[in-house]
């Protein structure tokens, strides 16, 4: 069965270091999503992605956070300088075309962990 | 706009039912729920469009009422393995999914 896979699982950095998280979404999906979960909390959306451009973007998802598809395959959340606050999992989505009424595959998820 | 979930923990044992409850103050586009276990992936349950729709998934069903306000989520002749945190999310025609803070289900034998 097909399914979203992130890399890496587990990512530690220094605070102001830069980060990148890669998903490789379903492979014909076209909607791709990022979400972060604090440790205990809610899940909370980042960003959609959709036709090469972000389709929405919450209030998270500041001048650190850029998305990109760089391939046919991969598609990456870079948070330029980290800080401890973005300590948290964050998940991948991806959803086979673009509408809210697909459902949502996820990630297994990666681990940051800001020091 | 953040749904707002109810109850926040639900324990139960086996056998049992519950309801999930997730409103908001304006009409929704769309509600989703998923569940998540401890260190896993939230898992996609069931979508619901429209108001007045129901959908069932074994013994797991919901529904959205008219106002497309309200939705509630039904566990019934619950099984362990239904233990997790539920989450509702709510959905924009653009793709913006905003979840519930979430409700812990723990089904004890």
């Known amino acids: 069965e097909p399914e979203v896979t992130q890399t890496p699982s587990h990512q530690v950095t220094q605070m102001g270091q830069e980060v990148i998280l890669r998903c490789v979404p379903i492979s014909n999906h076209l909607y791709f999503y990022w979400y972060r979960q604090i440790l205990g909390q809610k899940v909370e959306f980042l960003v959609s992605?959709?036709?090469?451009?972000?389709?929405?973007k919450s209030e998270i998802f500041d001048d650190q956070f850029s998305v990109e598809r760089p391939d046919g395959s991969n598609f990456t959340l870079k948070i330029r300088s980290t800080k401890l606050e973005d300590s948290a999992m964050y998940f991948c989505?991806?959803?086979?075309?673009?509408?809210?009424?697909?459902?949502?595959?996820f990630g297994p998820g990666t681990r940051l962990t800001v020091l | 706009q953040q749904p707002v979930q109810s109850p926040q923990a639900v324990i139960l044992r086996e056998g049992e039912d519950a309801v999930i409850n997730c409103s908001s103050s304006k009409a929704l586009y769309s509600v989703h729920w998923y569940r998540q276990k401890h260190g896993e992936a939230p898992v996609f349950l069931m979508i619901l469009l429209k108001g007045g729709e129901q959908k069932g998934h074994e013994k797991i069903s919901a529904s959205f009422n008219e106002k497309k306000q309200q939705s509630s989520l039904y566990l019934t002749a619950s099984q362990l393995s239904y233990s997790g945190t539920y989450f509702c999310?709510?959905?924009?025609?653009?793709?913006?999914?905003?979840f519930g803070d979430g409700t812990t289900l723990t089904v004890k034998p």
């Open positions: 989505a991806s959803q086979v075309d673009w509408g809210s009424y697909n459902e949502q595959f």
């Open positions: 999310g709510a959905g924009t025609n653009a793709g913006k999914s905003t």
């Open positions: 992605f959709y036709n090469n451009e972000i389709s929405e």
